[in-house]
Each structure stands twice: as structure tokens, then as C-alpha cells.
């Protein structure tokens, strides 16, 4: 699992990053809510662990936002503030699950899992991946449009289920290097550039609504309307 912690107390971050990051899941800390908007939105996450005093955007009003947006990602409030108030107001505001501290680590690794095993039995976005008539199974690492099924590479796959993950958004060169090749970016390099095309001969060419777009500058973008 992918987890984003928003927690603005650097050694109850580290602690939770630490001990997460035991049961092999991949941690991620954002220190304030600006910075963890734009993680959560810029990326994709199994569970989001939230705290609510954290700068420049609280974390009542960061649910609040990421939901508005659109994002789904379980959310777990976690946090010193435990009044039934408190609780109410945290999970009107779109999270999944609440816990105050101090907590027993144990019970926090079983609510990660727990709203993980939810998200993925009801919703097919970690099995099925969709833009306009294309569709990706990411268990039978498939890929259709219009009826016909595509061989991809697994690189290539890679690639357009990162950006099918964040369609609708730009995703620039060096994200798309950092994410999907796990290297830092080179700019003397287009292999970047190579593999989107080799996408667009398999899934854009033959359609007459393409989806692979590129803004000058900027990067790739899946843009559909759906």
C-alpha cells in the first residue's frame, strides 16, 4: 500500500513513517496542508492518515477540499482532539475513520487495513481503470478501446496506468520519470516522449477522440470529459 501522512509534529511523523513503513508499505509526509493537497491530488494513495492542527490549511477543512475535488482516497483522521464534537465534524467533513491520540499502533495498522480492504471490495478503481472507451484491468494487466484489446509492453503499461491515475491532470517529464521509471529526470534524454507515442500508435491512432494530449511546457495529460 501507498499511504500519505499529514502530520505537522516531525517526531510523531517520523514515528509513524518508521513504524509504518515496517509492515512493507511505501510512506509518504506532507508537514502542512497545502503540501498535502498537493500530494494527495498529484498522486495516487491507498489511505490518507490526517491530522487536523496542521498549518496553512487544517485538516477539517483539507477533507473537505479533497472530497469537493473529487478524490475517493479512504481518509483516517488522527489527531489529539477527541471530543463526540470533534468525531462528528471529522467525519461530516468526508473521512472514513476517526482515531485520537494517543492510540495504540496496532489499532492503527488494523483501521489502514480495514479501510483499505473497503475501498478495494467497493470500488473498481484499483481493478479497473477507465477514460472515455478505454479501459485497463489492472488484473489481467488488459487493455481495451472500442472492442479491441492491445498488447503494451510492460513499461508502456506502466505509463498509461500512471496516467490514467491522474487523468484530467498534467503530469509532467519529470514526474512521469520519477513515478513510473524511478530515476531521476534527465533532460538530455526523450524516452519519455518515445514511450507516449508508442501509446498514441496503440490506443489514440486508429480513434478519432484522442486522449493522450501534450501541453508544451508543461507535460501529458489523459483529458477526457467523462
Request: net charge neutral.
Amino acid at each position: 500500500m501507498k499511504i500519505l501522512i499529514v502530520e505537522d509534529e516531525p517526531k510523531v511523523a517520523s514515528f509513524l513513517k518508521q513504524g509504518i513503513e515496517e509492515q512493507a508499505y511505501e510512506v509518504t509526509v506532507a508537514y502542512d496542508g497545502h503540501f498535502g493537497r498537493k500530494l494527495a491530488l498529484e498522486n495516487y494513495y491507498d489511505v490518507i492518515i490526517l491530522d487536523l492542527l496542521i498549518p496553512y490549511i487544517n485538516g477539517l477543512d483539507l477533507c473537505k477540499q479533497l472530497r469537493n475535488e473529487g478524490l475517493k482516497t479512504p481518509i483516517l483522521i488522527l489527531t489529539a482532539l477527541g471530543t463526540t464534537d470533534d468525531k462528528v465534524a471529522g467525519l461530516d467533513a468526508g473521512a472514513d475513520d476517526y482515531l485520537v491520540k494517543p492510540f495504540e499502533f496496532k489499532e492503527l495498522l488494523a483501521r489502514i487495513r480495514a479501510l483499505n480492504k473497503r475501498y478495494t471490495d467497493n470500488v473498481q478503481v484499483h481493478k479497473i481503470l477507465k477514460a472515455a472507451d478505454l479501459e485497463m484491468d489492472l488484473d489481467k494487466k488488459q487493455v481495451k478501446r472500442g472492442g479491441k484489446t492491445f498488447d503494451l509492453t510492460a513499461k508502456e503499461f506502466s505509463l498509461l496506468e500512471y496516467l490514467l491515475r491522474n487523468k484530467n491532470k498534467v503530469i509532467s517529464r519529470a514526474e512521469i520519470s520519477e513515478k513510473v521509471w524511478d530515476i531521476s529526470f534527465d533532460t538530455g534524454t526523450n524516452v519519455i516522449d518515445v514511450y507516449i507515442n508508442f501509446l498514441r500508435k496503440k490506443i489514440d491512432k486508429e480513434f478519432p477522440v484522442k486522449l493522450i494530449h501534450t501541453m508544451v511546457g508543461m507535460g501529458y495529460i489523459i483529458k477526457v470529459d467523462d
